[in-house]
C-alpha cells in the first residue's frame, strides 16, 4: 500500500511541487499521469525514498518513511520498494547476474544464485545471464530491469516512464509484463506515464481481480515558492 498526505517537495531554487493525497491498497495499480514536467518522476522518487518530502507524509507497506535511521532504511527500501527507473542503471561493466546480485548485497541478504535465476526465468531473459548490458537490445534491458527490481519480491512496485521510445506492440508488452509481473507477486504497482497508450493498455489487460486507479498531475500542482 501506498498513502501520502499534505505532499510536498521543492528543488532547491526551483518550484514547489505539491500532489493530492493517494491512497493505493495492497495489490492495486496506480497509473500517475499528466504532462512532462508536472511532477510524476519526483512523486516516484518520493515515494521510493530516494528524497525526503519538504513537507508532508509518506507511508510505503505500513512503514512510514522517514521514521527509521538511514542505514536501516537504505536496507528496508532495497528490499521493500522494487524500483523500474527510466534510465534503466544496469551497470555496463557487470553482467546481467552480478547486477541482479548486487541488488541483494544492497538490501543485505546473502547472495541467492537460485533466486536470480528464478526471476530472469519469470521474465522470459534467463539466457542472457552472462551476458553485458551492451549485449542485450532495449526490451532485453527493460525485462532484466524488471527481474533486478522484483528479485527481492517488493511490495510496491514503482515504473517511470516504461513505454518511452516502444512502438505500440513493445509497449502494450511492457504494461502487459508489469501488469503480470505485479500479480504474480501481489506487489502494488504504479506506472507514471505521460504516454496515453498506457491507460488504454491497462483497461484492455486489467480484469475485474485488479483494482486500478488513476491519478493525473497538471501544471497547476506547480508553484513558485
Ligand atoms: P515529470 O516526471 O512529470 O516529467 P519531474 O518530476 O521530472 O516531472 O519534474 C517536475 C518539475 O521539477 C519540472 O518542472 C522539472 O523541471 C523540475 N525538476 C525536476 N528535476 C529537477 C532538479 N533536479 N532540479 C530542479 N528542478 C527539477
Ligand atoms: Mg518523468
Known amino acids: 500500500m501506498i498513502q501520502t498526505r499534505n505532499l510536498h517537495y521543492a528543488y532547491p531554487g526551483g518550484m514547489e511541487l505539491s500532489f493530492p493525497d493517494v491512497d493505493v491498497a495492497q495489490g492495486s495499480v496506480l497509473l500517475l499521469s499528466g504532462p512532462s ?3 510524476k518522476s519526483t512523486w516516484l522518487a518520493l515515494v521510493a525514498g530516494l528524497v525526503a518530502p519538504t513537507q508532508g507524509t509518506i ?8 521514521a527509521m535511521k538511514k542505514v536501516a532504511s537504505d536496507a528496508w527500501r532495497a528490499g521493500a520498494i522494487g524500483f523500474l527507473p527510466q534510465k534503466l542503471h544496469l551497470t555496463s561493466a557487470l553482467t546481467v547476474q552480478e547486477n ?3 541488488a541483494q548485497w544492497a538490501a543485505g541478504v546473502p547472495e541467492d544464485a537460485q533466486r536470480i535465476q528464478a526471476a530472469l526465468q519469470s521474465l522470459g531473459v534467463a539466457d542472457l545471464a552472462g551476458r553485458k548490458p551492451g549485449q542485450l537490445s532495449g526490451g532485453q534491458a527493460q525485462r532484466v530491469a524488471l527481474a533486478r527490481a ?3 519480491k517488493p511490495q510496491v512496485i514503482l515504473a517511470d516512464e516504461p513505454t518511452a521510445s516502444l512502438d505500440d506492440e513493445a509497449a502494450a508488452d511492457a504494461v502487459a509484463l508489469l501488469l503480470d509481473t505485479a500479480r504474480a507477486q501481489q506487489a502494488t504497482l504504479v506506472i507514471a506515464t505521460h504516454d496515453a497508450r498506457v491507460a488504454q493498455h491497462l483497461s484492455a489487460c486489467s480484469d475485474s481481480q485488479i483494482a486500478f486507479q488513476r491519478l ?6 506547480l508553484e513558485k515558492t
Open 37 to 39: 514536467g508536472c511532477g
Open 59 to 66: 507511508t510505503v507497506a505500513n512503514q512510514a518513511l522517514g
Open 100 to 102: 541482479l546480485a548486487m
Open 150 to 152: 522484483v528479485l527481492l
Open 216 to 221: 493525473q498531475l497538471g501544471r497547476g500542482m
